[in-house]
């Protein structure tokens, strides 16, 4: 665990961290690639479960992605190929349990948060609510903060959902 930091500096980055959500939950995608630092990596790995206590596959990823490989998701939105999202998902990002540490990078700090999505698409009554912690590596930029590292624990190892079209 890293040292704590200091109070503005936390809220500096909670307050980021609130900004990417509403990005995300207003479908402002190309705002929201602009976020990543150019090298930036976003990881999802799938969960097993396991007697042992393994509780991540070292292989298989749900995503494992660059800045530039995000951005093609992103643009594809845009399309009419994004036949995931026909109609869009209406989505709601609750972001809470924000804790800011050092690391030995300097100019960078982990943002530690849990994430709750609630997902619900067209006129049908069902809808997905999946729960997940994020390990973000912050860095400061001439704009405020960037993300350079996303790793997304989902707790769940089965989803309920159709697809993963949406951004965590």
Excluded at 84 to 112: C, D, K, W
């Amino acid at each position: 665990m890293g040292a704590i930091i200091p109070m503005e500096t936390h809220y500096e980055i909670e307050q980021f961290l609130y900004r990417e959500a509403r990005l995300l939950d207003e479908r402002r995608f190309g705002e929201w690639i602009e976020l990543f630092a150019e090298d930036a990596r976003y990881v999802m790995p799938v969960r097993l479960n396991r007697e042992d206590g393994a509780a991540w596959e070292s292989h298989s990823k749900s995503f494992d992605d660059t800045r530039q490989t995000l951005a093609i998701r992103v643009n594809r939105l845009s399309t009419e190929y994004a036949w995931a999202e026909q109609p869009p998902s209406r989505v709601r990002h609750f972001i809470t349990n924000v804790i800011t540490e050092t690391t030995p990078e300097s100019g960078e700090l982990i943002a530690r948060s849990n994430e709750l999505i609630y997902r619900s698409r067209g006129d049908v009554t069902d809808f997905n609510i999946i729960s997940a912690q994020r390990v973000d590596r912050v860095r400061r930029a001439d704009a405020g903060w960037k993300i350079a590292h996303r790793w997304v624990a989902l707790d769940q190892s089965t989803l309920s959902t159709h697809n993963l079209s949406m951004f965590f």
